[in-house]
């Protein structure tokens, strides 16, 4: 339980697209919120997009229109849709989960799991 492990990140040009993956249990797909998270070197920890167990979602104002967070129901997977990459989506990009997952503590680093992480990079 409560095991989180990302995939999909890579190299990719500026205006290109990636799908970040998030597999975990189903006892913590079903009961907790997800979100993702991502930190690049020198710069603070950022949320960027969230999905709560009652399906509402939440974007940061860097990626709004750019990336979308989905779920698999029949996986227990988590998606993040990148597209219009630019270079400064450049980071670490973890998928988190918590019972009661808010934007304030995603930022704050306070949740209850935390993926490996994954690397984007985007060159311009």
């Known amino acids: 339980q409560g095991q989180l492990v990302e995939s999909g990140g890579g190299s990719v040009q500026a205006g290109g697209s990636l799908r970040l993956s998030c597999l975990t249990s189903r006892t913590t797909y079903w009961g907790y919120s997800m979100g993702w998270i991502r930190q690049a070197p020198g710069k603070e920890r950022e949320a960027v997009a969230m999905?709560?167990?009652?399906?509402?979602?939440w974007y940061a104002d860097s990626v709004k229109g750019r990336f979308t967070i989905s779920r698999d129901n029949a996986k227990s997977t988590a998606y993040l849709e990148m597209s219009s990459l630019k270079a400064e989506d450049t980071a670490m990009y973890y998928c988190?989960?918590?019972?009661?997952?808010?934007?304030?503590?995603?930022?704050?680093?306070?949740?209850?799991?935390r993926g490996q992480g994954t690397q984007v990079t985007v060159s311009s």
């Open positions: 988190v989960a918590d019972y009661s997952l808010s934007i304030a503590a995603m930022n704050r680093g306070v949740f209850h799991f």
């Open positions: 999905r709560d167990r009652d399906g509402n979602t």
